[in-house]
């Protein structure tokens, strides 16, 4: 599997671009700075997201789907893994978020 293109962080983009399924996605700021890693159910995640504002510096998402929740959990934790081991630390709304 392989990450999408990245698309603009918005209401209509994420209803237009992100799919109804289970994934993970990444979302980053203006410099596509990596800001979050989450999962779940890519498009549902996305808006939930952009509706309780909780991610204000991300302007960017990209994402890449996975055949289960259970497969997509694993995936976001290898990713969070990775960029902790390059970084230091967590993602910046992911140390905050939880």
Not at 31 to 44: A, C, F, K, P, Q
Not at 51 to 63: G, L, S, T, V
């Amino acid at each position: 599997m392989s990450f999408s293109p990245w698309y603009s962080y918005d209401t209509s983009s994420a209803n237009l671009n992100a799919p109804t399924s289970y994934g993970v996605y990444e979302l980053a700021d203006s410099l596509h700075n990596t800001v979050y890693y989450g999962s779940g159910i890519i498009r549902t995640r996305l808006l939930d997201h952009l509706n309780k504002r909780e991610c204000p510096m991300a302007q960017y998402f990209r994402y890449e789907r996975t055949d289960s929740e259970e497969r997509a959990r694993q995936r976001e934790r290898a990713l969070l893994d990775d960029y902790k081991t390059r970084n230091g630390k967590l993602p910046m709304y992911n140390e905050r978020l939880g």
